[in-house]
């Protein structure tokens, strides 16, 4: 009997003290939000991750976007975060931002720059990335990435919600995106390849850095071979005859490589 009552007066107590507890927690983030209320900004950071690649968007630009002139010395609880956040999430080459305040009154802003893989023109006359997660992206004044440029019958305009690699996305830019990548892994075609040329039939050339010549690749099927195809081609041939002697590579045939002459 004893033990019953003893029972019943621990859970009573065990009950009163979580809810003080409680309580006084809320309490306290009241007195913490009264104070967040009256905080003003004070100072705005900027982080920005450039995902390991070349830096296409500046701190400035930041800066300028959000007009941080217009901020300064504002109530936090002012600051409309959500339309920060939205506005810096409209930039093609950002891939996300973050935006929020602290009760000592910084306003912070992480972003995540996105990777280009190649850039694009269309025939409408847009430019446009495609990013290393098969995004669009659109090119950032004064910070262009140096990545392969693709031109030719490429007639998709910009869109920020296509993903090339989504099964209902236009063939031509999958291709793209799948000839990039491969190039884009490899330091020595990395290096070489300037410049990606869709033809009408929708296969590919490939302009070159160094030697005057085209690279007639077509579709994408057995590209691993092809590639290593061209590679043999440059070690074995263009080292011994000279990088001018010919003007156009042919690497569409299985199992050899056909060459014209200037």
Known sequence: MKSAVKTKIRKIITVVAWSLLVAGLGVLVGFINAGHRKVACRE?????????GEQLISEARIRKIIRQDTLNDKKLTDIDLVRIEN????????????????IT?????????????????????????IDMKGNL????????????????????????????????APKVLTDLFRLSEFIFNEPFLKAQIEQIYVD??????????????????GGTDRMEDKFEKLMLFYHEGLNKTGWEKYRVINLKFENQVVCTKK
């Open 105 to 129: 009154g910084n306003l912070n802003i992480r972003i995540e720059q996105c990777r280009p893989l190649v850039r694009v023109y269309n025939t409408a006359g847009q430019s446009y990335y």
């Open 137 to 168: 992206a659109f090119e950032s004044p004064g910070y262009p990435a140096n990545v392969p440029i693709a031109t030719g019958a490429i007639k998709t305009k910009y869109s920020d919600t296509l993903n090339v690699l989504q099964p209902d």
């Open 200 to 217: 009408p039939d929708r296969e590919f050339e490939l302009i070159p850095r160094v030697g005057r010549h085209i690279i007639v690749f």
């Open 87 to 102: 506005r810096l999430n409209k930039i093609g080459i950002i891939q996300k931002a973050d935006v929020y305040t602290t």
């Open 44 to 52: 705005i950071n900027v982080t920005i991750d450039f995902q390991g």
